[in-house]
């Protein structure tokens, strides 16, 4: 395996019609990072729609060949999107940080992932290993158990609960040194289901799978209403105070994202855990509205890239 780029950071654009390519030229210019330690993962050609770089950045030429269509995703730019990542998978980096990609566009072109953490799961995952999303903002920590699926699709297992928390836990001992990480997890029902008035799972499924987690030293609160949890946080993070718990563990999507992107806005930073690599990425998408207007906020791009920078 060529090793060369085991001390870099690869970045990749994302979608060339949408804003990627802005905010990356943007956040570089403005964290100034040494040039040997990154490595630009783009088409060159694209990057001279965009102000010069300031330090010369080793780039991976990736070709595309069609009309930047901004605001539009097309296949051509689905290809481009997927071929960026791959390669940063391929040259194992010490971190990537990823530009939005469009899921629609990677449709079109045949990659049938729901995202870029399920094709960093694919090309980097070794002995079982599973992506995890954490999004993450100046303390404010937010794991997703289910991702992008639809809500009547989203099926929650003791298994499940057990497993994506065991490797949420190995993550906060590993790489933030917390021996006992406080973990708050969210109900799925209104209420906590209300004592199985509104809902049998947390009786059925997830207060056993605390037990569970708790037996084998994992420090974590019995499922909690979402909707009175997260005004605590939000609370102490306005306050400019450490949350009460390392990290808020989310049943679905819009549950933990709602209140963290509320909350944290532009910080936010979406994260992928649970792989040998640690990817970051900003959490908004390709921004087709203003794609081309040169007028993108770059500020969740940066808070990416400084996110992997002492990884």
Known sequence: MNNSYKNKIAITTGDINGIGTEITVKA????????DKVVLITNKNSLKLYPELKNDYEIIDIEYNSKIEYGKPTKASGEFSFNCLKTACQI?????????????????????FNGQTEVLEHYLAVSGQKAEMLFVSDGLN?????????????VITKEMIA???VRLNNFFVKHYNITAPKLALCSLNP???????????????????????RKNGVNITMPLPSDTLFIEAAKNYYRG?????????????DQGLIPVKTIAAEKTVNMTIGLDIIRT??????AFDIAGKNIANPISMIEAVRQVLFV
């Open 241 to 253: 105070q450490k949350s009460p718990y390392d990290c808020y563990i989310a049943m679905y999507h």
């Open 92 to 112: 194992r980096p010490k971190a990537i940080v990823t530009a939005p990609v469009s899921k629609e566009a990677l449709h079109l072109a045949g990659h049938k």
């Open 28 to 35: 570089l210019n403005e964290l100034n990072i040494a040039a």
């Open 142 to 154: 937010v794991l997703l158990l289910t991702r992008h699926c639809a809500l009547k699709d989203i």
């Open 281 to 286: 990425s900003p959490s908004h998408g390709t």
């Open 163 to 165: 497993d994506k928390i």
């Open 191 to 213: 209420h906590a289901g209300e004592g199985g008035i509104l809902g049998t799972e947390e009786i059925k499924i997830i207060i056993p799978a605390v037990n569970e987690l």
